[in-house]
């Protein structure tokens, strides 16, 4: 099947300092990425959908100024974390969709865990 | 009621069993996804589905469009099994197409 990467897999940064997460897809071109989040314990909740040159669409109470998106091109995606806090660790994980023909499948990242002290 | 449901919520093993994890949801959908999350919190993706059966060695995923029904089997148990195993669906709503993720079933196999 196809592969989404995601780099780093792993950050600590320290409070008020931005961090970038990049998804890439690796042997498919993505139309469509999306931007999840997990709390512990909890399911992954949806951020935003990123289209390829496009603004993305975020859902409700994501602020777009915090976590900003920018999908580039369509095999990258990246999400910054602007003056990160304390709240924001998360695991953080994007998902890649590929559009042909019938075909409409999604592809899941292995995910970020972000821990900001 | 959760769009997705999974059963059970907690499952324990004995090395060697075979184990089902169901996933019942109730929306229209596009594909089912069945994906494996460690403790450490890596997702892997296992299967995605929209109709009949799929394998990968131990692994086999099913799905009943018409019960709205899928199921995830894991033949010849092993304690390296052990993870959060997550039914996520594809909901068809024109283009958007968003997931809806079950809550997971923990599965520990134990030695």
């Known amino acids: 099947g196809a592969v989404v990467s995601q780099h780093p897999s792993w950050v600590i940064c320290k409070s008020g300092t931005s961090v970038k997460i990049e998804c890439r897809s690796l042997d498919f071109q993505a139309t469509t990425m999306f931007w999840y989040r997990q709390f512990p314990k909890q399911s992954l909740m949806l951020m935003a959908t990123?289209?390829?040159?496009?603004?993305?669409?975020?859902e409700q109470g994501v602020e777009k100024d915090k976590f900003l998106i920018n999908h580039a091109s369509l095999t990258l995606s990246t999400l910054t974390v602007t003056s990160a806090h304390p709240e924001d660790s998360s695991f953080y994980i994007c998902?890649?969709?590929?559009?042909?023909?019938?075909?409409?499948?999604?592809?899941f990242g292995p995910g970020t865990r972000l821990t900001v002290l | 009621k959760n769009e997705v449901e999974q059963s059970p919520q907690n499952l324990t093993a004995q090395e060697g069993e075979f184990i089902t994890i169901n996933c019942s949801y109730s929306?229209?959908?596009?594909?089912l996804h069945w994906l494996q999350q460690h403790p450490g919190g890596g997702i892997v993706s296992l299967f995605m589905l929209s109709s009949g059966k799929k394998k990968h060695g131990r692994l086999i995923a099913t799905i009943n469009i018409q019960e709205k029904h899928s199921s995830l089997h894991i033949t010849a148990s092993h304690p390296r099994d052990s993870a959060v195993y997550i039914c996520a669906v594809g909901n068809e709503m024109g283009r958007d197409d968003k997931i809806i993720f079950g809550k997971g079933t923990r599965l520990h196999i134990l030695p």
């Open positions: 929306v229209g959908i596009s594909a």
């Open positions: 998902s890649a969709r590929v559009r042909e023909g019938l075909s409409n499948e999604q592809f």
């Open positions: 990123s289209n390829e040159g496009s603004k993305a669409t975020y």
